[in-house]
């Protein structure tokens, strides 16, 4: 049995252009425990078309197929970001080899079914085939979770930052304020002035970024080639959202130079006006 947090049925597709196939495989599945929603496809773009519509926890595919056959639709569902993670089980009465099953693994079906398949096989290999996406699924929550976790706290250390040098912003003023202040006091104006200029907190933010999101920058650059340094450091404040009004303090520019250079940005990655860009950089 597969232990969930929710009751609600699993949803399986079955795919073959045999309809005494699909029959004989939703009465494998009739009557057990835990149930199952069942679908049935005839043929692999109409089975594209429901995994997409209706994203099943399981698909069971025929090879051999007029169209699109089991293993194209594989193929199709691993490049759809929404539904390269449903789990496919392939069958076939003809490609039976051990050729024919190692090209299924690497086309990316989780296991292989030989027909006449029978009902304890059938429902052990799809229970498996289940539990083991529900694993992965967990897996990737957490790991969600501790990414999310870690971008907060980048977040939450670039805002003391922005709050440290608006103090050193309001002292250097007030220093520079004071036209007969000693040399001890216009010493340190410079120290602060230099320190407010200087890059050493992006260095550090950069270092444990980079910790947390390793290829961000190497993927942004690879497919926008154009994106200058200063736009991949903006970008880098998005991903953790950042609110403008903060990355204007540590870009030290105004809230308006950060709207102009999100309006540059999003010009140069070619998104329409609608979409956002925050929205698109939480992508990489």
């Not at 320190?195 to 910790?211: A, G, I, T």
């Not at 903060?246 to 006006?273: F, N």
Request: proline letters at 4%; charged letters at 25%; aromatic letters at 6%.
């Amino acid at each position: 049995m597969i232990h969930t947090k929710s009751t609600k049925p699993k949803r399986i597709l079955v795919v073959d252009d045999d309809p005494s196939v699909i029959k004989a495989a939703f009465r494998c599945f009739s009557g057990t425990h835990p149930k199952y929603d069942l679908w049935s496809a005839p043929e692999g773009q109409v089975a594209l078309q429901l995994a997409l519509d209706q994203l099943p926890d399981l698909i069971i595919t025929d090879w051999q197929m007029p169209g699109l056959n089991g293993i194209e639709v594989i193929q199709h569902l691993q490049a759809q970001e929404t539904t390269q993670h449903i789990p496919v089980i392939i069958t076939t009465g003809v490609n039976v080899e051990d050729a024919h099953l190692e090209k299924a693994l690497e086309a990316g079906a989780v296991d292989y079914l030989r027909k006449p398949f029978s009902k304890v096989e059938l429902l052990a290999r799809s229970r498996t085939a289940l539990r083991l996406a529900e694993l992965h699924k967990r897996e990737k929550q957490l790991m969600q979770s501790v990414i999310d976790h870690k971008d907060r706290e980048l977040s939450s250390t670039m805002i003391q930052v922005v709050q440290k040098n608006k103090l050193l912003t309001n002292i250097q003023q007030k220093l520079d304020q004071a036209s007969t202040a000693p040399y001890p006091l216009q010493s340190l104006s410079k120290t602060i002035r230099e320190n407010l200029q200087s890059d050493n907190d992006w260095d550090k933010f950069k270092l444990h970024f980079e910790e947390v999101h390793p290829d961000f920058f190497t993927r942004l650059k690879a497919e926008f080639h154009h994106l200058t340094a200063n736009d991949l450091r903006l970008c880098a404040y998005l991903k953790i959202n950042l609110a403008h009004k903060d990355i204007a303090q540590l870009l030290h520019i105004s809230y308006k130079g950060v709207e102009t250079a999100c309006y540059r940005i999003k010009k140069k990655l070619k998104l329409s006006p609608q979409e956002k860009l925050g929205s698109f950089i939480q992508q990489y």
